[in-house]
């Protein structure tokens, strides 16, 4: 049985993002609040085991109906939770969007999009697919780091797992 999932360095985030991010009372949920007062709520959730390494699931949304314009230190405290859960964690991350809401095009491009601006892009691998299951769509793209070990068998496993919920 592989460990829990190591809780995140609040410090170590707190040294790098633009909004303070807190810990909530559940385990693996962080929040942050912007400026304009928009709450926005960041957790991870355990999922399937990926070539016999532990993913999670990560949920970015926000939390209250407050509405904003562009914000870049958005990205920026986002970015810095990510990797934050790669410095505690070996494991892997799972971005899902569903179709429901009909801005599942847009989002998904949106985070592929922060990432690619990200400054330390080249540490991580992102693989993305469109997926079905019960007969509706999603969006998903799996974040390693480059150093993992099981990287190959990693990527091997998403694919062929992405490509079997394609096809159905």
């Not at 993913?55 to 934050?84: G, K, P, V, W």
């Not at 992102?126 to 793209?141: E, L, V």
């Amino acid at each position: 049985m592989l460990p829990a999932m190591r809780q995140l360095s609040l410090d170590r985030i707190n040294s790098v993002s633009p909004y303070k991010v807190w810990a909530t009372a559940q385990d693996n949920e962080y929040n942050f609040i912007t400026r304009s007062g928009v709450l926005y709520g960041v957790s991870f959730m355990e999922e399937m085991k990926i070539a016999d390494v532990q993913s999670y699931q990560f949920s970015f949304a926000r939390l209250n109906a407050i509405h904003s314009q562009f914000d870049d230190a958005i990205h920026q405290t986002l970015m810095a939770i990510i990797c934050e859960f790669f410095n505690a964690n070996n494991d892997i991350l799972i971005y899902i969007c569903d179709t429901s809401a009909g801005k599942e095009t847009s989002r998904s491009r949106l985070f592929i999009k922060w990432f690619d601006e990200y400054e330390e892009k080249s540490r991580f691998i992102i693989k993305t697919a469109s997926t079905y299951i019960k007969n509706q769509g999603f969006y998903t793209a799996m974040i390693v780091e480059r150093t993992n070990k099981h990287l190959a068998a990693i990527i091997d496993d998403f694919d062929n797992t992405a490509n079997l919920l394609c096809d159905k």
